[in-house]
């Protein structure tokens, strides 16, 4: 079975995910922030920071921060995400510690503004909010892994990312399915594997080439059908 969903955001892409795991051959149709996140082609290997990306998902849930612990006390450079103040300090001089603006509240907006990001960045520096995506993807995009629970925006920020992710423990079945999706399609792995097998960084490299080359062989759906029909595709997809 064919499905198309409309709204590749974390909801769209969950379900995608879902109906993918039922065997379904599905396709995500983004617009606006999402369509310019997927539309930036993924950086590099050789061009990435040799760091890791470490965050708890949207509410700062599972064994994070014991992964951080781990990673730093072997040396490996690490872009933590905090998300109380009392997170704000890293162990390591070469880590580096991001949040969201402890002031920033999502329901008090600037006047005439009806969506904003999150202004973010690293604790101590300014904090600055992109309209197009999240800056924590920014970060990503230039990072080796994403260390964390199998969560639906986790996996998006994967997939247009091109960059692999060791999982954490999973916050139940539906997680555990996601993980099980990713690592089948050699996009990620257990934290735990990867560990034991010594971090293994060429490994991170053979998994982002699978997420890399799934990438390039997407097909643009509004432009494909802009083009079948003689209609310009300029405008197409963002507005």
């Not at 990713?182 to 982002?208: T, V």
Request: hydrophobic letters at 40%; aromatic letters at 10%.
């Amino acid at each position: 079975m064919k499905i198309c969903i409309f709204g590749a955001g974390a909801i769209g892409g969950y379900m995608g995910v879902k109906l993918a795991q039922a065997g379904a051959d599905v396709s995500l149709v983004a617009r606006g922030p999402h369509l310019a996140a997927f539309a930036e082609p993924p950086v590099p290997w050789a061009a990435r920071d040799e760091r890791l990306v470490v965050h708890g998902g949207g509410w700062g849930l599972g064994d994070y921060q014991d992964a951080a612990k781990v990673l730093e006390h072997q040396g490996i450079k690490l872009d933590r995400i905090a998300y109380r103040e009392s997170e704000a300090v890293s162990r390591v001089t070469d880590s580096r510690t991001f949040m969201v603006r402890p002031d920033w509240r999502p329901w008090l907006r600037p006047h005439g503004v009806e969506h904003e990001m999150p202004p973010f960045g690293e604790v101590g520096a300014e904090f600055v909010n992109r309209p197009s995506c999240h800056e924590l993807h920014g970060l990503i995009r230039h990072t080796l892994a994403i260390v964390s629970k199998p969560g639906g925006g986790t996996l998006l920020d994967s997939l247009s990312s091109a960059t692999p992710v060791l999982f954490l423990q999973p916050y139940g079945e539906a997680e555990q399915r996601n993980a099980e999706v990713w690592i089948a399609l050699g996009f990620g792995m257990w934290f735990k594997e990867w560990y034991r097998g010594g971090c293994d960084l060429d490994r991170l490299a053979e998994l982002h080439a699978n997420l890399a080359n799934r990438s390039s062989s997407t097909i643009d759906y509004p432009r494909a059908v802009g083009r079948r029909f003689g209609r310009s595709t300029k405008d197409e997809g963002g507005s």
